[in-house]
T-cell receptor, first 113, second 115 residues
Framework: AQTVTQSQPEMSVQEAETVTLSCTYDTSESDYYLFWYKQPPSRQMILVIRQEAYKQQNATENRFSVNFQKAAKSFSLKISDSQLGDAAMYFCANRGSNYQLIWGAGTKLIIKP | DTGVSQDPRHKITKRGQNVTFRCDPISEHNRLYWYRQTLGQGPEFLTYFQNEAQLEKSRLLSDRFSAERPKGSFSTLEIQRTEQGDSAMYLC?????????????FGPGTRLTVL
């Protein structure tokens, strides 16, 4: 069975600094996809970044980048130059061949002004 | 492209009542998903449709839950004889494309409170 673990229930960072959110996963599939979604308070889930498991190059989207360690089954999210608008719950998710997403429990990110 | 919409946004009901939620996906998205999210947790998969066909159902989806997507466009999720444990946020998402390009886009959710 696929599982996703986020071991940090809450993280805080000073505005303009860098923070890394951790995620580990387990899957028996050889071809899968990993995602980070952001859920601001009382707002909908928004895709932050995705990574194809067959690609060795780490995905980047502006201030967001991942550190994908396939052998270690680790998929961390780095947010550079943190902004107040980055405050949200961040969820890591894994998707295999059956299209459904398997989610972690989330990490609450607090940005200190 | 107006995004995924869900109706209602909030529903309060008494235990034992039936409730129905609606989801309108992004137009031309052929896949539609339902997830349930309880407070402080990540979403849990309930079911998904490809066009009008319901292809997969989680064991979480008891016989009190039923979902339909009659014309391959909007979908409804019905919960019969609601229980307090059904209180949660019900999320809908839609997507299109093959496995390599498929990304799920989420609606704002329907928050259900069962008294």
């Amino acid at each position: 069975a696929q599982t996703v673990t986020q071991s940090q229930p809450e993280m805080s960072v000073q505005e303009a600094e860098t923070v890394t959110l951790s995620c580990t996963y387990d899957t028996s599939e050889s071809d899968y996809y990993l995602f980070w979604y952001k859920q601001p308070p009382s707002r909908q889930m928004i895709l932050v970044i995705r990574q194809e498991a067959y690609k060795q190059q780490n995905a980047t989207e502006n201030r967001f980048s991942v550190n994908f360690q396939k052998a270690a089954k680790s998929f961390s999210l780095k947010i550079s130059d943190s902004q107040l608008g980055d405050a949200a719950m961040y969820f890591c998710a894994n998707r295999g061949s059956n299209y459904q997403l398997i989610w972690g429990a989330g990490t609450k990110l607090i940005i200190k002004p | 492209d107006t995004g995924v919409s869900q109706d209602p946004r909030h529903k309060i009901t008494k235990r034992g009542q039936n409730v129905t939620f609606r989801c309108d996906p992004i137009s031309e998205h052929n896949r539609l998903y339902w997830y349930r999210q309880t407070l402080g947790q990540g979403p849990e998969f309930l079911t998904y449709f490809q066009n009008e066909a319901q292809l997969e159902k989680s064991r979480l989806l008891s016989d009190r839950f039923s979902a339909e997507r009659p014309k391959g466009s909007f979908s409804t999720l019905e919960i019969q004889r609601t229980e307090q444990g059904d209180s949660a946020m019900y999320l809908c998402a839609s997507s299109v494309g093959d496995l390599g390009t498929d990304t799920q886009y989420f609606g704002p959710g329907t928050r259900l409170t069962v008294l």
